[in-house]
């Protein structure tokens, strides 16, 4: 199991309780948190292939958009 994997898993764990603790639930929020999980999931497959960087970027990039897509549902 590499970096990568723990790193994609708890992060997309965290998307899913983030969606359903603190969101409205409605489907274009699903939608946006959908696109992020689609991020990490590339961004493990990524890091796996040996791009550590690129896989970072993607990771914390997935996380902003999903953090961005829960404060936009929460207001």
Known sequence: MSMFDIVS????IGLVLGFFLWTEGDNRTLIHFVIS???LAVANQVGNA???VFGFVLIVAGIAYAVLAASRSAS
Do not use: I, K, L, P
Not at 9 to 12: E, L, P
């Open 50 to 52: 040996g791009q550590a």
């Open 9 to 12: 898993v708890a992060s997309f």
């Open 37 to 39: 999980g689609t991020v």
